[in-house]
């Protein structure tokens, strides 16, 4: 557009989006945008920002503070509400609804944010909660099956899984109470027994994994994800004591098993007929872009620990016990790859660690399980100060909706959710002296990282208000009820 505009002059212009229609879009703009005031609106974006970022305060230099702020920008910038000032909203099926509390949310990366993101988002923004899960329950009455990935509130069946599922799960161990959880159970179900355009469940349950000769790519993986949805599954109907539904997807999370090649020690590609994909080579990467295999943008060493998000013994037990599981875990973050750079660009490898590819976020974590949990925290160290900085190239890779910045927002804290449904925070190692976190009824929970220096740090002896924990990770409702956490820095 061109304008001839009088010397002096200024063109002003207002834009307001809908999914519903021309006169929401009018209505939306009405309502929230009636005048002509630019430093009104500007000042006002500005306080709801501040508002946002206050929640986490931090004693930290100016870079450290600038890589954090600039992470807590990019996580909060999605989901989005997209229902119109009165509720209205375009659904799944393409009619216009109302959604309850005037909240219909989508540019929801699920695959993504299911690990970090979302249990991130309980903790600073609980508000929000309630409100996303109801959208995810919208939209399983409007399409039959929970939402994949969506935008301008339609799946794109991005990625793989139904990772939904976990979030239902967390918001409901969390506490979460503002949705109904029978119905909330019935579309968990729903999802993982109704076939549709991303899962194959008749398939899934014939063989007790995807074989490769069936579906010909991802197999693995697509069986691995389906696992821990499966475990979702059956702690949401343990909670409402749906015992048979409980029984059937535990024995379901245990399909991973299946897959276990225990002359690699890899989870690796079977056919119908139960016979290995050969030739196997678990250092590269497939992709369905451009090489099709059994994972997905993965490689066969990066899929391995998808089922310790939820079974931790079981994996030990696979490997031969926890010796075999540290040393799983060394090798993981030693061996060389045949492709560092993956198959997107560079993706930050450590060994077989690719930190700008969400599979691994949890892997470092795992130390905290083995007989060398300070060797977590020594990469731990190395990913946050390698792979995340201040400059335009402060990100590896792509952001994924908030996810990437979560990792780093949690981890600098001094924890992460290794299963990210069932209320648990890992303990890493803190990057502040001092961060508080500003809570709901005007609680604090403050993270002091005693001694902190270039040299002390590593932690021991975690202490939640001034008693020692026996266990390596915090639970939710002990953040959210206030208090202190104190970590004792040391160079050793």
């Known amino acids: 557009l061109d304008f001839l505009l009088p010397k002096n002059n200024t063109l002003q212009v207002k834009i ?10 009018k209505l939306n703009l009405k309502s929230e945008i009636p005048h002509w005031n630019f430093e009104k609106v500007k000042q006002n974006a500005k306080e709801v920002w501040n508002n946002y970022l206050n929640r ?14 600039t992470s807590l920008y ?39 944010i299911y690990r970090g993101a979302f249990p991130l988002l309980q903790i600073i923004a609980p508000e929000k909660i309630d409100g996303i899960v109801n959208t995810l329950l919208l939209h399983h009455k409007a399409a039959g099956f929970l939402p994949i990935w969506t935008a301008w509130g339609k799946d794109n069946y991005c990625m793989i899984g139904n990772h939904a599922i976990p979030m239902i799960l967390s918001a409901y161990q ?12 019935k579309a968990m179900i729903e999802t993982s027994t109704k076939s549709h355009i991303n899962s194959d469940w008749e398939l899934y349950n014939q063989y007790g994994y995807y074989p490769f000769d069936k579906l010909d790519n991802e197999a ?23 015992k048979e539904t409980h029984f059937i997807f535990s024995k379901r999370a245990n399909y991973y098993k299946n897959l276990f090649d225990s002359s690699t020690q890899l989870f690796r590609g079977k056919d119908t007929n139960g016979n290995w994909r050969t030739p196997f080579d678990p250092l590269t990467a497939t992709s369905p872009m451009n090489n099709p295999g059994d994972y997905t943008e993965a490689n066969a060493w990066q899929y391995f620990w998808t089922p310790a998000q939820y079974d931790i013994d079981g994996m030990k037990k696979l490997l031969g016990g926890k010796a075999a599981f540290t040393k799983k875990l060394n090798d993981f973050f030693t061996i060389e790859s045949k492709n560092p750079n993956k198959f997107l660009g560079q993706e930050a490898m450590i060994g077989q660690y690719a930190h700008g590819n969400e599979p691994s976020h949890h892997i470092v974590y795992l130390y905290a399980y083995s007989e060398a949990p300070k060797t977590g925290q020594k990469y731990i160290n190395k990913i946050i100060n390698n792979f995340h900085n201040n400059t335009p190239n402060g990100m590896i890779g792509n952001d994924d909706c908030g996810q990437m910045s979560a990792w780093y927002i949690l981890s600098s804290l001094g924890f992460y959710p290794v299963n990210p449904a069932n209320g648990e925070f890992v303990f890493g190692v803190p990057q502040f002296k001092k961060a508080t976190l500003h809570l709901k009824d005007n609680k604090k929970f403050t993270i002091n990282a005693l001694n902190i220096s270039s040299k002390n740090k590593f932690q021991k002896d975690p202490k939640l208000n001034n008693s020692e924990l026996k266990r390596p990770y915090i639970n939710y409702s002990e953040i959210m009820f206030g208090g202190t956490l104190n970590f004792q ?4």
């Not at 697509?222 to 409402?240: F, H, I, N």
Request: with cysteine; charged share 25%.
């Open 56 to 69: 986490i305060v931090i004693e930290a230099p100016q870079k450290q503070k600038e890589i954090f702020y």
């Open 174 to 185: 969390n506490g979460f109470k503002g949705f109904d959880d029978k119905v909330a159970l």
């Open 74 to 112: 990019h996580l909060l910038l999605q989901p989005s509400n997209i229902a119109d000032v009165d509720g209205s909203y375009r659904g799944a099926d393409d009619t216009i609804a109302l959604a309850p509390n005037k909240e219909y949310y989508s540019t929801l990366s699920i695959w993504d």
């Open 489 to 492: 820095m040391t160079n050793k």
């Open 16 to 25: 307001a989006l809908s999914t519903t229609s021309t006169e929401g879009a």
């Open 220 to 242: 693995v993986s697509r069986t691995l994800e389906s696992g821990y949805d499966d475990w979702c599954v059956a702690q949401m109907a343990d909670k409402l004591n749906n």
